[in-house]
């Protein structure tokens, strides 16, 4: 072949330039989706949305840390308390004429922080260019499959997360005692995360070649610590801070989130998505790539995923199983790293390359997996990088391009959850087009300026405001609205924000008798007033509210909310009037 002057062209350095441009395109591609993606989900979701029940909780307390509160000696929290202190500092650090907002702005911000750190934490592990996988796809996948599947607004498992995927990228990066500070962090932010920390030291002690930087690792873990229980101590919170986290799991609940959860996950979608690839290996036959099961797989979620959408007009965190099928596809590239892992892992020369591939992605799984042993959340989606990479991996295994679905992953992802969107959380549950949340809660709580609600929601608010101009100051919204402290800038006065038994550790007695030493006026919100349990958890019960709602007295009713006061000092029920169902 000739070029046009005549001279010889060499077809090898002719085609590996076009190698070289194709990549640098779909690099390009990649970090113009990596930067417009997060900027999407802040514009068209974030503003969107409020509710009574878990919105509100790290709000409240993080207002407590700023009126100056210390858990576990003044209010009640059964979990360690960092992100309160994360939050408290964002909080006082953010204007206030966008409080709220900016809090579930650090939702999408802490979902992103804590995947790119998941995608270069790999990176450090693996070649993603041998893989033909871009950093910043790898990165944005696992973004647009993780944030999802919460609502948008502070939580401890963002920051848990936020604070294990540093450790991991920490420690794959050689900066031992970083990873073990940011170790210890996740493990203050839950107790669910308390097996990161080992999984980091383990971690550095297999991949650096030092063996006294994973003592540095270990030291500065337990270090932190012991720090912490020191601060306990001296604030006089030790005691109640040893009470409260501990006790709310049993072994039955742990090995039900943590094992069987995986084996009785919906299996006729990945059944239907390895068939053609089965059919095609029986017979001898070439498979289409288009018929690959990672693209069977996730054309059949999107639909089942958009068609439910559309059906129940509601929102849904995550679909059919998904989180708990990639992580049991992690678990396989984990036990035969030989077949799934070695081949892309860097410096595949050093010693234990086996090890250093398997425990590598192990770690990346484990976080995920810490989310989801709790008393709730059960679905280990937060974290989705490692289980996005444990798809892409068993699909290059069969044959399949990393790139290519990485790509259709992501586009599945926008197009599914984008659907999905259209229909807010919003609580009590029920069809609510975003359209429908176009009023500016900020009219009201100036603190909440630019999070669009409902009309329902609006009139809520403003009743709140009002039955606190009128009761003044010593009052307690219940079952939740765990924020109207904060909103109302007020001065707590009471131990808890949320009045379920789950979060108060089943302490009712103590948390009756402090409603009645108090003489506190209840705002009761109507449409949870006959409710004995917030969800199917036996723990999850109502049971403060339901014995206010039995044996205190009404003074006012409104439309959103029954307003009791303590029975009078006759030692006989004093409710005086029985009170209509909840209105629809």
Known sequence: MLSARGAPLCPNKDFGAMVRMTDRGTNRLAWIAALLTPLAYLLFYTPYGMDTTDFGYFYGYAWRILEGQTPYRDFYYIKPALPLYWHAFWMWLTPESVNVLAGKAGFVAGMLAASWCAALFLNRLFRLEALGLPLPLLATCGFVWGVHSFPHMPWHTVDGILFAGGALWAAAS?????????????????????????????LVWLIRPRRREAVRCLAAWLGLMALVYGLLSHAGALPAFSRMTTGQLDMREALDAGIFIYLRQNWWLPGLAVLPWLAARLSGRSLPAVLRPGYVYLTLLAGWYMWEVLRSQGWIGYGLSWPTLFMLLGGLCVFFPQVFLTPWLRDAATPHPRWRAGVGLGAGLLVA????????????????????????????????????????????????????????????????????????AGDIFPKAGGVLVDAEMYARLAELKALRAKYGPDYKTMPGFSFSYYLNNDRPVYGSDWLIDWEINAEVDALYQELLDKKLTVFMERDQLDTRKADAYDRAGYSVPQRVRRQWRIVEETPHFVVFQPPLATGRDSATKAIASPQP
């Not at 932010?189 to 980091?200: E, M, R, T, Y």
Request: glycine share 8%.
């Open 369 to 440: 997996w810490s989310v989801a042993i709790s008393g709730g959340y059960k679905i280990p989606a937060f974290f989705a990088v490692p289980l996005i990479f444990s798809l892409l991996l068993t699909h290059v295994r069969l044959g399949g391009s990393a790139r290519v679905l990485a790509w259709a992953s992501l586009l599945a992802g926008l197009l599914m959850f984008g659907v999905g969107y259209q229909y807010p959380y919003v609580f009590p549950v029920r069809p609510m087009p975003r359209a429908a949340l176009n009023m500016d």
């Open 174 to 202: 050689g900066w031992p005692a970083t990873a073990g500070l940011l170790a210890a962090c996740a493990m203050l932010c839950k107790q669910s995360f308390l097996l990161v920390p080992p999984a980091v030291v383990l």
